[in-house]
């Protein structure tokens, strides 16, 4: 499903790069599912252990499903290339 890679304060996430923008996506896996296939959930409190910030967490916990964000403005690219940055953003 993806074919990017977006890095926010040096930490990747998976993202997908379409015509009208990057979709990232900022869901992670369930520390408490041990099933094969594993489930991804949006866990806001982890979001920050890592730096990520408030603004992305906040906008991630309103979309729908949570945890997917859609950058609308992001240069675009023919291929997957190097990541997109957003190392810039402070809380």
Not at 16 to 26: A, H, I, S
Not at 80 to 90: E, V, Y
């Amino acid at each position: 499903m993806y074919n990017a890679v977006v890095t926010i304060n040096d930490t990747h996430w998976p993202a997908y790069r379409k015509l009208n923008g990057t979709l990232v996506d900022l869901r992670l896996f369930d520390p408490t599912d041990r099933s094969p296939k594993l489930r991804l959930i949006f866990r806001p409190e982890k979001l920050r252990e890592l730096g990520i910030p408030d603004r992305l967490i906040e906008a991630a916990a309103r979309s729908e499903p949570q945890g997917l964000i859609l950058f609308e403005d992001l240069p675009q690219s023919d291929d997957c290339g190097p990541p997109t940055h957003f190392s810039r953003i402070h809380r």
